[in-house]
């Protein structure tokens, strides 16, 4: 819903008849979290001050001592749900202290704004575009536990190879086989109608799509792209798309994952990132060298590939991110860069447009598994980095990464092989972030101890089912 202020906003939600304000925003690790109010309750005050609410339960915030949080509405955020059963008006807010009435500092969306600031100052760049492609997996089943005596997951899905077997009643075949899913038509591929009333709703809601389709995976792996647009909307936007989707798959008796390795011996989903650098309503990423790209456009990719192993704790932040960053299953592992080469970390797609507004780049590694306003902040600030330092980086890879001869792959940089190693590396070189206090060490230590935390459940505390086919006869 446009609103040129926030009373313009409360006479139009009132005109339009809202029953109720809903109040979102983003904990550390990217879920969106909510609470409704009626909207007779709706002021003013509340998007110059705040509402106060408890942040003690807020994963990653504050101790029970200290549980007092604002959460201050912006107006520019604000749409109808598409789900409620009421007519209800979600707000996104910014979070802040009550006592010094300062932004939060582990607020992720605050932190993209400072990185956004942060560029802007530097007065390298007044814009930085984003186009994240957030790949899904539809599955018809999923059931999960972990408990003492026993841990387990088991998904499944109609169209999946898995059950070409299967007693359906009859089966009428058409599944997608494994690594076969980009993209036949229906009916191999069943999805098409929910992902299109995905798209629909996007639209109607005023997020600009490019396209949706299916992926590669068997098992309804799907992506429906987004219009570039700048930094924060886009961040604002993505949210909204992982709500979107997974709402309406759960209207379709589906459930939708962003993980982005559910499947053993298939393509896992990523989240590729299309950015670029603007001033002055110039496009900054457009020049003469290496595939059209500019000097600092080329500085930037150094700067990505430079601080990448360190930037992977925002742009790959799970255990599992790690298990989709093999070789054999189209995952970019090599932090290099090309043209049109698929294998690299870093593409530069060329065949879209010869026009200079199109010159870009794309970061292939990062997974919608990040926390998207974190994840965008570390991109640009690593990639500012690199324009500052005047990073070169490298020759590109213009071959077959999977397929080079041994003596060329051993000298290609890696991603790091798990997220311990990619935690590691952001302790010991972060600078690079809190420049400018975007990345403040309060919320830098934070991070690396909910994530270590969670290494720890993981590796060295829990069995693993597959242990039991290792070991259980040892």
Same mark, same amino acid.
């Given at each position: 819903m446009k609103a040129e202020s926030p009373r313009d906003l409360i006479d139009k939600a009132h005109a339009e008849e809202i029953e109720f304000l809903d109040v979102r925003f983003t904990d550390m690790l990217g879920q969106m979290q909510h609470f409704t109010m009626p909207m007779h309750s709706m002021e003013e005050e509340m998007f110059t001050f705040g509402i106060g609410f408890d942040g003690s339960s807020i994963r990653g915030w504050k101790t029970i001592n200290e549980s007092d949080m604002l959460a201050r509405l912006d107006h520019?955020?604000?749409?109808? $749900?598409?789900?409620? !059963?009421?007519?209800?008006?979600?707000?996104?807010? $910014?979070?802040?202290?009550?006592?010094?009435?300062?932004?939060?500092?582990r607020d992720p969306r605050y932190i993209l704004k400072k990185a956004i600031q942060y560029v802007k100052d530097s007065g390298i760049a007044d814009t930085a575009y984003f186009g994240p492609e957030a790949e899904f997996f539809l599955f018809n089943d999923v059931r999960f536990n972990q408990d003492m005596n026993q841990g387990f997951y088991f998904i499944d899905s109609d169209e999946a190879e898995w059950n070409m077997g299967r007693e359906e009643g009859p089966n009428l075949g058409y599944k997608v086989r494994r690594k076969g899913g980009y993209f036949p038509l229906p009916p191999n591929d069943q999805y098409q $109608?929910?992902?299109?009333?995905?798209?629909?709703?996007?639209?109607?809601?005023?997020?600009?799509?490019?396209? !949706?389709?299916?992926?590669?995976?068997?098992?309804? !792996?799907?992506?429906?792209?987004?219009?570039? $647009?700048?930094?924060?909307?886009?961040?604002d936007k993505m949210q909204l798309y992982k709500y979107v989707v997974k709402n309406v798959a759960k209207e379709a008796g589906l459930t939708a994952t962003f993980m982005p390795k559910p499947l053993i011996g298939d393509n896992g989903t990523g989240m590729h990132v299309h950015q670029s650098l603007w001033k002055d309503g110039q496009n900054l990423f457009a020049g003469n060298q290496y595939a059209g790209l500019s000097d600092l456009a080329m500085n930037y990719i150094g700067g990505i590939l430079s601080n990448g192993p360190g930037l992977l704790a925002f742009t790959n932040p799970t255990t599992n991110s790690f298990k989709r960053l093999v070789p054999g299953f189209e995952a970019p592992v090599n932090l290099v860069y090309s043209a049109r080469n698929r294998s690299a970390s870093i593409r530069v797609p060329i065949a879209v447009s010869s026009s200079p507004k199109a010159k870009r780049i794309e970061f292939r590694t990062p997974d919608a598994s990040a926390n998207i306003y974190l994840a965008l902040a570390a991109m640009l600030m690593a990639g500012l980095d690199g324009v500052k330092n005047k990073t070169n980086p490298g020759e590109p890879a213009d071959y077959n990464l999977y397929e080079a001869p041994e003596e060329i792959k051993k000298n290609v940089p890696r991603v790091p092989a798990n997220l311990t190693k990619v935690l590691d590396a952001l302790e010991s070189n972060h600078k690079w972030l809190t420049a400018g206090n975007v990345f403040d060490e309060d919320f830098l230590e934070a991070y690396i101890s909910y994530k270590r935390e969670e290494i720890e459940q993981i590796v060295n505390k829990r069995p693993h089912p597959y242990e039991f086919v290792l070991y259980y006869d040892c």
């Open positions: 520019t955020s604000a749409y109808v $749900d598409p789900f409620f !059963q009421h007519k209800t008006l979600a707000i996104i807010a $910014d979070i802040y202290e009550p006592k010094t009435l300062e932004p939060y500092n $109608d929910v992902r299109s009333e995905m798209l629909h709703l996007l639209e109607k809601m005023g997020i600009k799509t490019e396209k !949706q389709h299916h992926e590669v995976a068997t098992a309804g !792996q799907a992506e429906i792209n987004l219009v570039v $647009d700048e930094a924060l909307r886009m961040a």
